[in-house]
Structure formats: C-alpha cells, structure tokens
C-alpha cells in the first residue's frame, strides 16, 4: 500500500465533535475509514452520509478503554481493508470537577480513557501499523495541561500532559518500525461537547483568543493529515498547537 493511494486511516472517537472533523478531512482527500466509538448510530448515520459520496467508511463500535474491543477493532479494520496505516487517537472525555471534591472515581475515569485509553489504542494498533509502508499514530492532546489551565480540569489537564509524555518514548520504540507518533494540541474548537458548556463560555473564549473565534474540527484535521502526509515522514515525537494564537496573550489587554 503506498501512501498516495488510498490510506487506511481509523479515527478513534469518530461519532462527533474533532473525531468527525477529522475523519471528514480524510475522506475528503480519499482515505478510506474506521470510524471507531460507542456510540453505534451516530457513527452508522456518519457512515452512510459519506457511503453515499463513494468513500468507504466502516463503523467500528469500541471502547478505547477495554484492550479487548481495541484488538477487536484493529483487526475487524484489517480484515475488512487489508491492513491499517494511520491511527487517529482522538478519544477523549472532559467531565469537569473541582479539586476540592475530586473524586478518585473521577480522577481514574478521566486518566482511564485519555491517557491509558491513548496507550491501549497505540498499543492494539501496533501489529497492523508494523505491516504498513508508513504506519502513523496521531494523538489528540490539549493546550489543557501541557501548556495552560482551566478550573474544574485539573485531571483532564494531567491526562493531556501524560499523553505527551508518552508519545516521546513511543516516538523512539517505534521508529525502528517505520511508524511516526505526534500529537496535535487544540485550542477551544467548536464541538458539540464544547457547546455545552454555555454561550457564556464560548463568547469569552472567543474574546480571549487573538483569531477572534473557536477552531473548527476541520482546523484540527487538517493539522492530523499533515502528520499523516508523505512530507512528515520524518517528523516524530512532536507536537503542534491549533488554537488560533490563544496562548499567546500575557493578558486580555494584549488582545484587545
Ligand atoms: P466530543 O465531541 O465529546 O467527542 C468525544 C468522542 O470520543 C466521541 O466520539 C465519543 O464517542 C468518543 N469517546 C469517548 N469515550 C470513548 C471511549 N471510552 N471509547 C471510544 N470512544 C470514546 O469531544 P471532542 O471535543 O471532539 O474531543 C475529542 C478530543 O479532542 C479529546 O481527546 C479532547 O480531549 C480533545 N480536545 C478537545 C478540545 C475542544 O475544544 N473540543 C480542545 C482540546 C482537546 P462515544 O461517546 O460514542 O464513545
């Protein structure tokens, strides 16, 4: 299988929000999909949508959490495409808590499916990527964490730290393979999810980031399918921040 062909490329948390955004952007350049979540209609619905366009898309329902579903889900991918060359680990949860009544049960939930579910993911996809010509693994962290804070996500934050952590050593165990790891970090992007929290939360986002707006879920697939390009063959181990410049600002004043 060459890369300019048509990659097999499986999106983990596909049923909506960044994962749809990032599988959208590979079926639009011809990937063909493994559409990977839960929730079974929503992603048949996803599915049909692009069966329809010609691209093929298979729904694949499994919990990043349980390493026996994800080996169920690797290898229903390789035994209806052939093989598998592009991992999309972009599952994630964001329960809010505040530190002073964080539970354990919240805490291991959270670091559960973020963090060991990033591990449990890579970990499945492993044999079939081995196979690949140019196996790829792109994880979807956070600007949560690695590099700013929010109240209520001090778990979720440790997680999307703690998977940075660890795309560094996968980036050197599986390079002798022929198989790249990096992560993209988003900013506030426009999600189903994200809506819920409020319009009051997402106006003074909006205000606080110099782009004046919320990424899309294309912006962040867009960012995935250059990690998973001929060009970033040779890039391993890295990271690469989507957030409209968000960081950046010492103060509110700074964006004006
Ligand atoms: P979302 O809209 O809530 O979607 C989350 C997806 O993950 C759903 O498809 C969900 O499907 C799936 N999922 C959750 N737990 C799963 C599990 N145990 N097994 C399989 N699939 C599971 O969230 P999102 O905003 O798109 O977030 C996606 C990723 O982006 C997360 O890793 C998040 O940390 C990261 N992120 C998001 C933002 C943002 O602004 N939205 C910013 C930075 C980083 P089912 O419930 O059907 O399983």
Redesign the pocket.
């Given at each position: 299988m060459s890369q300019e062909q048509s990659p097999i490329v499986m999106v983990?948390?596909?049923?909506?929000?960044?994962?749809k955004g990032i599988a959208e952007v590979f079926a639009n350049a011809g990937a063909r999909l493994a559409l990977?979540?839960?929730?079974k209609d929503?992603l048949t619905e996803f599915a049909t949508t692009y069966r329809e366009k010609g691209i093929e898309a298979e729904v694949i329902v499994?919990?990043?959490?349980d390493r026996a579903s994800m080996a169920a889900a690797v290898e229903k991918t390789v035994e209806i495409f052939g093989g598998l060359d592009v991992l999309c680990a972009?599952?994630?949860?964001?329960p809010a808590a505040s530190l002073e009544t964080m539970t354990d049960d919240d805490w291991d939930t959270v670091m559960d499916?973020?963090l060991k579910?990033t591990f449990i993911s890579v970990q499945a996809a492993m044999p079939a990527l081995k196979t690949s010509a140019f196996g790829r693994v792109i994880v979807?962290s956070?600007i949560?964490g690695p590099v700013t804070g929010y109240p209520g996500w001090a778990h979720y934050g440790a997680s999307?730290a703690g998977q940075l952590g660890f795309i560094r050593t996968a980036a050197i165990e599986l390079a002798k393979y022929n198989i790249t790891i990096n992560a993209v970090m988003?900013?506030?992007?426009l999600?189903?999810?994200?809506e819920d929290m409020g319009d009051d939360y997402l106006a003074s986002m909006s205000a606080s980031i110099p782009m004046k707006r919320l990424g899309s879920t294309a912006d962040i697939g867009h960012a995935v399918r250059f990690f998973a390009s001929p060009e970033a063959g040779y890039i391993t181990g890295q990271t690469l921040i989507v957030d409209g410049g968000q960081i950046l600002p010492e103060s509110l004043d700074a964006v004006g």
């Open positions: 983990t948390g596909a049923s909506k929000g960044i994962g990977v979540a839960r929730s929503a499994a919990d990043i959490t972009n599952a994630g949860i964001f499916t973020n579910g979807t956070s949560t999307k988003p900013g506030n992007i999600t189903e999810g994200l």
